[in-house]
């Protein structure tokens, strides 16, 4: 096994202006499952593609191990990939796809198949080995893929997006076979989603990347409670952190006729009169006892069994503010009526208002 370094690595395409991955500096440790997130466009493939050898490094450097792999060819670089089209050959069988790479490695008829037969009893693909391709479904075809990967035993293997053509029930369930095989595996991995939710599910830590530039890396349960600015905030987390502008108020910032504390040193930082807080829809108190927070027009209740979540929307400083907020799925208020909401004590987020960095170390208490 082996570790991954990015090392001020950066991308450039011919004619672009601006890098697709710009100085992105990661270190993945030995047997360490690693999802890179974002939106689309924000370069996690592109550095996917980077480690794999197959986008060009205009600056910078990568690693596996101690070995700089930066100018290697790709073949050379003893890793496996498993890609988003499965890329399986159509005329051979299961067993073929999955020794092909053996194969042309030189490696000899019955230990190919020993490998293949290991990676098939993994899988659950033993009955399926004679089989071709087209009378698979999704998911077995996807495990085949990762079965190839398997039986190269390579140092690293490299996902991009995998799961993103299956449907949705059988997402939930590949991710999580694919999550329970690397840890057993123990083979360092390097997964692109952008699918946060596949990311807070997977990763040992997760690397948030916007516009080319990492955002923030942590543990699914940093990213969760300490997002690093307000894009970290508003993309973990599901459904996304409610996120607007408050008035610093005496002893802390407004949040409607309520007061939310904070400390004084905190405030001292930020720039201007204004922050923008943060609060998850699981951190909100509907209809509190004394009555203060935010008065809410009820658009829609979202019911989902034992929970649902409140979809309403608000004004402050004159602009319209949609927020939402998880309620009780079976006593819970319906479509036009009013509510008052407030944060739970302990749970509100505060970020610069011109910056959109954290103030805050840790979650601040409700006043």
Partial sequence: MAT????????????????????????????????????????KSTSLRMLAGLEEV?????????????????????????????????????A?????????AGVGKEERAQRVLEAAKLLDLEEYLTRKPKALSGGQ?????????????PQVFLMDEPLSNLDAKLR??????????QRSLGVTTVYVTHDQTEALTMGDRIAVL?????????????????????FVAGFIGSPAMNLFTASLAEGGVQFGTKVAAVEADTLGKAHGSTVTIGIRPEDIIVNPEDGQGLTVDVDLVEELGADGYLYGHTDINGKRTDIVARVDG????????????????GHVHVFDGETGERLTDKAIASA
Avoid: W
């Fill in 210 to 230: 916007k516009d080319g530039i990492l955002q923030q890396v942590g543990t699914p349960r940093d990213l969760y409670e300490k997002p690093n600015n307000v």
């Fill in 330 to 345: 079976r006593r819970h208020p319906n479509a036009g009526d009013k509510v008052v909401l407030a944060p739970v004590t």
């Fill in 172 to 181: 939930v369930q590949t991710r999580t076979q694919i999550a329970s095989l």
């Fill in 4 to 43: 991954v370094t990015f090392d001020n690595a950066t991308r450039l395409y011919p004619g672009g202006t601006r890098p697709a991955v710009d100085k992105l500096n990661l270190e993945v440790g030995d047997g360490e499952f690693l999802v890179l997130v974002g939106p689309s466009g924000c370069g």
């Fill in 141 to 153: 075809r996807q495990r085949v893929a990762m079965g190839r990967a398997i039986v190269r035993k």
């Fill in 96 to 104: 073929e796809n999955m020794g092909f790479a053996l194969k042309i």
């Fill in 58 to 94: 205009n600056s910078g450097s990568i690693r596996i191990g101690e070995r700089d792999v930066t100018d290697v060819p790709p073949k050379d670089r003893d890793i496996a990939m498993v890609f988003q089209n499965y890329a399986l050959y159509p005329h051979m069988t299961v």
